[in-house]
T-cell receptor, first 112, second 113 residues
Framework: DQQVKQNSPSLSVQEGRISILNCDYTNSMFDYFLWYKKYPAEGPTFLISISSIKDKNEDGRFTVFLNKSAKHLSLHIVPSQPGDSAVYFC???????????FGSGTKLNVKP | EPEVTQTPSHQVTQMGQEVILRCVPI?????FYWYRQILGQKVEFLVSFYNNEISEKSEIFDDQFSVERPDGSNFTLKIRSTKLEDSAMYFCAITRTSGNTIYFGEGSWLTVV
């Protein structure tokens, strides 16, 4: 059940630079996408989402881009801060199906 | 502030014992969910619960697992006879009555020995 994939298990970025986290999906029925941030021993925290009717959504330092034709989304964090170091999960859902599919996560390390 | 509170935060149990994990929503909610994450692996869907009955369940959610709302507010996940491979972080989650975002609790870390 690999409907949502995050192919990079880890990413290391210098403080102040851009972090780009990628996510691919296979199910064309997905129409809502979310990003979560997770610290060790805590629950995932909702960051930002995007509907399939948009190709970009921005919230402060976080921007999510959606490329429906490529079935690809990305999360940009600018500028990256050491406190952003965490595991980031992308998730997807389809209207009418109350189930969320998660990627395997990308561990982001922002170096001071 | 998490949308749900979960108890216990950590439980160690012997293989074969029954475990009950509890979840209490803070805000108005539409669906309840249980997810789990085995150490180093992805967050896996277990079950969704709507209007006092199971809406959907995964292959993982076999006869060893059950969910209940015993008093109309608490939402519980019961594992009848725990196995070593049940060791994981179990997350309760909800979607609000408006919107389609899922919000997670802090998790219950289950260790089966």
């Amino acid at each position: 059940d690999q409907q949502v994939k995050q192919n990079s298990p880890s990413l290391s970025v210098q403080e102040g630079r851009i972090s780009i986290l990628n996510c691919d999906y296979t199910n064309s029925m997905f129409d809502y996408f979310l990003w979560y941030k997770k610290y060790p021993a805590e629950g995932p925290t909702f960051l930002i989402s995007i509907s399939s009717i948009k190709d970009k959504n921005e919230d402060g330092r976080f921007t999510v881009f959606l490329n429906k034709s490529a079935k690809h989304l990305s999360l940009h964090i600018v500028p990256s801060q050491p406190g952003d170091s965490a595991v980031y999960f992308c998730a997807a859902s389809a209207s009418g199906f109350n189930k969320f599919y998660f990627g395997s996560g990308t561990k982001l390390n922002v170096k001071p | 502030e998490p949308e749900v509170t979960q108890t216990p935060s950590h439980q160690v149990t012997q293989m074969g014992q029954e475990v009950i994990l509890r979840c209490v929503p803070i805000s108005n909610h539409l669906y309840f969910y249980w997810y789990r994450q085995i150490l180093g692996q992805k967050v896996e869907f277990l079950v969704s619960f709507y209007n006092n009955e199971i809406s959907e369940k995964s292959e993982i959610f076999d006869d060893q697992f059950s969910v209940e709302r015993p008093d109309g507010s608490n939402f519980t996940l019961k594992i009848r006879s725990t196995k070593l491979e049940d060791s994981a972080m179990y997350f309760c989650a909800i979607t609000r009555t408006s919107g389609n975002t899922i919000y997670f609790g802090e998790g219950s870390w289950l260790t089966v020995v």
